[in-house]
C-alpha cells in the first residue's frame, strides 16, 4: 500500500512537472522581443531567411523560441534566424519558452546553442568562444569541456581572431575555409598576408595550393631575413672589434705605455694604425 501511495506521489510530481514545462511556452507578438545583445551571429543573409520562412510556412515552427522576461518586455535567447523568419510570414504571435535567467546566462546560453547548432561561421564561433570565456572567466579548458571538444580545437578557432576584419571579410565572402584561414595566419606580417589572400582568391587556390603557395612566400621571406641579417651581424662584429682594440690601448695606457693611434677610412677598409714606443733599456 505504502508502495503504491509513493508511486502515485511521483506520477503526480512528474505530471506538474510536465504541466509546468508546457505552461512555460506562451504566445507572444515577435514585435515584443527584442535581440539578445550577446547574440554571436552576426552574418544572416536574406536568402537563407527566406529559406526558413518557406520552410515554417509549409511545415510549421518545429521548435519555439527561447526568450527571458524583461523590465521592458521580453529579449531574445535563442532563435535569432526563427524570429526573422516568422517576421517575414507576419505572424502576429510566435510560440517561446521562457526562460528565468539573467543576462549572463542568457548571453551564455545563446553562445552555446549557436555553438552546437553549428549556425556561426569559423570567425563567429571564435567571437562567441571568446565572449564566453570573458562573460563567465573561464579557461580554454572549461570552455572544451562545455563544448565537448579538445583545447586545441579551442586554442585554434580563438587563433582566428588574429586575423583583420578585411581579412574575414574577404574569406567569408570568397567562400574560403576554416584551413585556408589557418594557413594565412602564419604570416605575421599583415601587409604580406593580405596580399596573399588576395591573390589566393584571384587565383581561386584550392587548400592544398594555398598552403604550398604561403609556405613558400614565407621560406622566401625567411631567406631575405636571413640576408639581411647576415649583413647586420657583420656590422655588429666589426664594433666589436673597435671596442676591444681602444680597450687594449686603454690599458697599456694605464700600465704607462704613451700609445699613440691613427685611423683612416678607405673606399673599402678601415686603417688603424698603434704606434707602440720601444722601451728604453
Known amino acids: 500500500m505504502a508502495g503504491n501511495l509513493f508511486f502515485a506521489r511521483q506520477m503526480k510530481e512528474e505530471n506538474e512537472k510536465n504541466k509546468e514545462k508546457e505552461e512555460k511556452i506562451v504566445m507572444i507578438s515577435p514585435y515584443e522581443i527584442s535581440p539578445n545583445p550577446s547574440q554571436p551571429r552576426k552574418y544572416f543573409t536574406d536568402e537563407a531567411i527566406f ?21 521592458e518586455g521580453y529579449e531574445l535567447i535563442a532563435g535569432e534566424r526563427r524570429l526573422r523568419a516568422l517576421k517575414i510570414l507576419g505572424k502576429s504571435e ?70 583583420s576584419d578585411e581579412e574575414k571579410q574577404d574569406i567569408i565572402e570568397f567562400g ?57 651581424i657583420i656590422i655588429k662584429d666589426m664594433r666589436l672589434f673597435y671596442n676591444t682594440i681602444d680597450k687594449a690601448i686603454e690599458t697599456m695606457r694605464a700600465t704607462g705605455f704613451n700609445v699613440e693611434t691613427t685611423k683612416r677610412e678607405t673606399l673599402d677598409s678601415t686603417e688603424i694604425v698603434i704606434a707602440i714606443p720601444k722601451c728604453s733599456t
Open 51 to 71: 529559406r526558413l520562412a518557406d520552410s515554417i510556412r509549409n511545415h510549421g515552427l518545429i521548435q519555439p523560441l527561447t526568450v527571458r522576461k524583461t523590465e
Open 94 to 163: 510566435v510560440p517561446c519558452v521562457i526562460n528565468n535567467v539573467n543576462k549572463e546566462e542568457s548571453a551564455h546560453l545563446a553562445i552555446i546553442e549557436n555553438i552546437q547548432r553549428e549556425n556561426l561561421n569559423m570567425f563567429e564561433q571564435a567571437m562567441a568562444i571568446l565572449n564566453l570565456m570573458k562573460v563567465h572567466c573561464l579557461t580554454q579548458e572549461k570552455i572544451a569541456e562545455q563544448l565537448s571538444c579538445s583545447q586545441s580545437y579551442v586554442a585554434n578557432k580563438l587563433r582566428l581572431l588574429k586575423i
Open 176 to 232: 574560403l575555409t576554416e584551413r585556408h584561414a589557418r594557413a594565412l595566419l602564419k604570416i605575421k606580417d599583415e601587409d604580406l598576408r593580405k596580399s596573399a589572400l588576395k591573390n589566393i582568391i584571384r587565383k581561386n587556390m584550392n587548400v592544398a595550393s594555398s598552403e604550398d603557395y604561403i609556405d613558400k612566400l614565407l621560406t622566401e621571406k625567411k631567406k631575405e631575413k636571413s640576408e639581411n641579417g647576415k649583413t647586420k
